[in-house]
């Protein structure tokens, strides 16, 4: 089967419990527990406060679109993904924000808008990763 996009390999030990996760359809973000704030992407150290005491969290998979184009050209080779393709920047309800592609949505600028609420979806490339993506909330529009 071809890819239609890169994928991490191998997966750091730092970000193993995200790449768990999202296997088992979860959403898992690493927490500090020395200043409570969730942050992405997974790393030893706090982006904060530097402490290196990490716990990892189930997201409720709930956020906000924050920013997102719509691309007609991938001009980098290795993605093959069928264009156009939304890629979206969503901020998860519990901080974070990742760049992710908004699914299950008619890539048309009228039906997309910034803060939009938006939820996780998962959709599986291999038997290692699965990709989380986000969709407009409640499903398909
Ligand atoms: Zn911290």
């Not at 409720?60 to 993605?79: K, P």
Request: charged share 25%; net charge positive.
């Amino acid at each position: 089967m071809e890819l239609e996009r890169p994928l991490p390999h191998p997966i750091t030990p730092e970000a193993r419990p995200y790449w768990d996760g999202a296997r088992e359809g979860k959403l898992m973000i690493p927490r500090c527990t020395a200043c409570g704030k969730a942050f992405l992407y997974p790393r030893v150290r706090c982006p904060f406060c530097a402490s290196r005491d990490i716990e990892w969290i189930r997201a409720s998979g709930r956020g906000r679109l924050h920013a997102f184009e719509i691309a007609h050209q991938i001009l980098n080779r290795a993605f093959k993904v069928k264009t156009p393709v939304v890629l979206a920047m969503v901020e998860l309800e519990e901080g974070p924000r990742l760049l992710t592609n908004l699914v299950n949505v008619e890539p048309d600028p009228a039906r997309l808008r910034c803060d939009m609420p938006v939820e996780v979806v998962f959709e599986k490339q291999t038997e290692e990763i699965t990709l989380p993506m986000f969709q407009p909330a409640g499903g398909a529009r």
